[in-house]
């Protein structure tokens, strides 16, 4: 049986080392890099399941390596590690694509729980998927998932990841109803209160952007969860 693959980087040398060999005694395959600057490498190199990114890191943060993975792989599992606590630095977290943020000190079942968690949501998330196509057209915009980028009139606007991946889940589940929960479990990996919020902002936002087309609505099913309408 294939080992789940993680890319795990990590700068303090102490940490790095009882993590590794924690993860790969329970049968995991670890590729360690201590150089946020040599991570995207490593990346290509080893083409991992997962990502375990610390945010501080030497010649390069976890926020921007993650932004460099997610335009090469953007559904790949990303599991940020960080000592520090302030919210806005969570949501910057979320908003780079993380899949979920883990805070320092933690337990090494608490991490295996939330890699499991990560990948069980990319592999089963309850929602229809597919091989999404380069570009989508509905109503007059273009939306291309690959680039997160939707386009009026010559005007382009660039996702963020989040904003991409639900815009492309409501795409494709168009016309039914899609529950709360599986949106949060398929893009968050956890239908928590604060992911719940945070799945009311993007709504928000992605109605924003669409509004100039009144063919193409976000309906809310009280309740329940969206449908995406497209006349």
Not at 92 to 112: H, Q, T, V
Not at 192 to 205: E, Q
Request: hydrophobic share 35%; glycine share 6%; with cysteine.
């Amino acid at each position: 049986m294939k080992k789940t693959k993680i890319l795990y980087v990590e700068d303090e040398v102490f940490l790095a080392r009882i993590v590794k060999e924690s993860l790969e005694s329970r049968g995991y395959e670890v590729v360690l890099e201590m150089d946020g600057a040599d991570a995207i490498t490593q990346f290509n190199k080893c083409d991992p399941d997962i990502c375990v990114l610390d945010i501080m890191l030497p010649n390069k943060d976890g926020f921007t390596i993650a932004e460099e993975i997610r335009e090469t792989n953007p559904g790949i599992p990303i599991i940020f590690l960080t000592a520090k606590t302030q919210t806005t630095d969570l949501v910057k977290g979320f908003n780079m694509g993380a899949n979920d943020y883990i805070r320092k000190p933690f337990s090494m079942e608490e991490l295996i729980v939330r890699i499991e968690n990560a990948l069980r949501s990319k592999h089963n998330n309850g929602l229809q998927t597919a091989e999404t196509k380069d570009e989508i057209t509905m109503g007059h915009f273009t939306f291309n998932p690959h680039r997160q980028t939707l386009v009026n009139n010559e005007e382009e606007r660039k996702l963020s990841f989040r904003e991409s991946e639900l815009l492309r889940l409501l795409y494709e589940n168009r016309e039914r109803v899609i529950d709360r929960k599986d949106i949060l479990n398929a893009l968050w990996g956890s239908d928590s209160f604060f992911n719940s919020r945070t799945l009311d902002v993007y709504v928000t936002k992605l109605r924003g952007y669409l509004k100039s087309d009144p063919a193409l609505e976000i309906i809310t099913i009280k309740g329940v969860g969206y449908r995406f309408v497209m006349e």
